[in-house]
């Protein structure tokens, strides 16, 4: 059987899973941008409102979870991430009030 004739035998399963490993990431690093891009434009650069932001951070969130299927990991940081922003929405208008 040849050179010509190999259908090709290697094992490229650790190559197909590091692949997989950085398109993932790559979706975690770019739906973050997107995310928070999104919030900042939103709340800040157009004055619509940190609420208005975190609305499209979240809904954001879900498309891309949703959209790729995206592990329980995801899901935890993201539900992470909306807590602490939530949380944030919060406080500071609270303390911001309290100093001024």
């Given at each position: 059987m040849?050179?010509?004739?190999?259908?090709?035998?290697?094992?490229?399963?650790?190559?197909?899973?590091?692949?997989?490993?950085?398109?993932?990431?790559?979706l975690?690093?770019?739906?973050?941008?997107?995310?928070?891009?999104?919030?900042?434009?939103?709340?800040?650069?157009?004055?619509?409102?940190?609420?208005?932001?975190?609305?499209?951070?979240?809904?954001?969130?879900?498309?891309?979870?949703?959209?790729?299927?995206?592990?329980?990991?995801?899901?935890?940081?993201?539900?992470?991430?909306?807590?602490?922003?939530?949380?944030?929405?919060?406080?500071?208008?609270?303390?911001?009030?309290?100093?001024?």
């Amino acid at each position: 059987m040849g050179a010509q004739g190999s259908t090709g035998g290697m094992d490229i399963q650790d190559q197909k899973e590091t692949f997989h490993g950085f398109l993932v990431g790559s979706l975690w690093i770019g739906g973050h941008l997107i995310q928070g891009i999104a919030l900042l434009v939103l709340a800040f650069a157009i004055g619509a409102g940190w609420w208005a932001g975190f609305v499209a951070f979240v809904v954001i969130g879900i498309a891309i979870g949703l959209g790729f299927k995206m592990g329980g990991a995801y899901w935890a940081a993201q539900v992470v991430e909306w807590v602490l922003l939530g949380l944030g929405g919060l406080i500071v208008p609270a303390l911001a009030g309290m100093m001024g």
